[in-house]
């Protein structure tokens, strides 16, 4: 089984000019889930949304082509890939000739669901989309929906996860909301360099005390986890604490080396939001 501490991040890597799927590292997504309490099938849905800023590939006549590349990775699959051999091996189709921009997201789509899905008793695809220069100008900037937390005027002692901010108003009536948040921040589980996201939680149930909740968001700031481990953290610490009948969470990351993620995870199915990035992205 692969960690963190063994692949290329805080590590000084030479970057190939020629394609290279070897380069992509993956990672167990079991680990840490058993870390929270999660064994076996987890109960949630959803998907990791990564976009790719920084892709580029030689056209048959040698002439360099770009694209934005989104990638819809299942919360199902067994592994995550590690962000740094994602941007390695999106690095090496820069000096290498394709026929065509389906070529290039075919083998996109063929490379890394091999990876993530590996080990999978029934391994499947991920989804792949390009984005070529003349859809540039058509990509919208918009904020999460909901009310923000942030307007709160809170005091804040707690810097690593605190669950047990989180309370909500069982004898009351049930609600239905959404709540947003700018001030989610969390570090590289291997490097400690800073993640700074957005995150918008919907849930029905018991009203989640507000204060509580933004509170505990930002006791995320000195946690060292991946995006889409701290995403299920979150989740199940609502889900456990405040035992809403329907929870999602979605957080936006800002980009690092080209790359922006964005987990969602849901206790019922649901359509994906469209992967559309905030202002800060």
């Known amino acids: 089984m692969n960690s963190p501490e063994q692949s290329q991040l805080g590590k000084p890597v030479p970057y190939?000019?020629?394609?290279?799927a070897s380069l992509l590292f993956p990672i167990a997504r079991a680990t840490k889930r058993e870390e929270i309490g999660i064994s076996g099938a987890p109960p949630f849905f959803g998907a990791d949304l990564w976009t790719a800023f920084e892709l580029s590939w030689l056209n048959p006549r040698g002439k360099p082509q770009v694209a934005i590349a989104h990638f819809t990775v299942p919360c199902e699959t067994p592994n995550i890939v590690e962000s740094k051999s994602l941007k390695l091996y999106l690095g090496s189709f820069n000096a290498t000739v394709f026929p065509s921009a389906d070529a290039v997201r075919d083998r996109l789509r063929a490379d890394v669901s091999e990876v993530v899905w590996r080990g999978a008793p029934a391994p499947a695809t991920i989804g792949v989309k390009l984005l070529l220069p003349d859809a540039f100008d058509r990509e919208p900037v918009h904020e999460l929906d909901g009310l923000s937390l942030d307007r709160l005027d809170i005091e804040c002692d707690a810097y690593t996860p605190a669950p047990e901010?989180?309370?909500?108003?069982?004898?009351?009536?049930?609600?239905e909301?959404?709540?947003?948040s700018n001030l989610l921040k969390s570090n590289c589980l291997v490097t400690g360099q800073?993640?700074?996201?957005?995150?918008q939680i919907r849930?029905?149930?018991a009203a989640i005390d507000q204060a509580g909740l933004l509170r505990y968001l930002v006791s995320f700031r000195n946690h060292n986890e991946f995006h889409e481990q701290c995403v299920e953290r979150i989740f199940m610490d609502v889900w456990r604490r405040c035992?809403?009948?329907r929870l999602a969470v979605y957080?936006?990351?800002?980009?690092?080396?080209?790359?922006?993620?964005?987990p969602l995870r849901t206790s019922h199915p649901m359509a994906l939001p469209a992967n559309v990035r905030t202002a800060r992205q």
């Open 16 to 20: 190939a000019d020629r394609y290279d």
């Open 243 to 245: 035992r809403p009948t």
């Open 203 to 205: 849930y029905t149930g």
């Open 177 to 180: 909301e959404t709540l947003t």
């Open 194 to 199: 800073p993640d700074w996201g957005s995150i």
């Open 165 to 175: 901010l989180l309370t909500a108003a069982f004898e009351e009536p049930p609600v």
């Open 251 to 262: 957080a936006r990351y800002t980009r690092r080396g080209g790359l922006d993620i964005n």
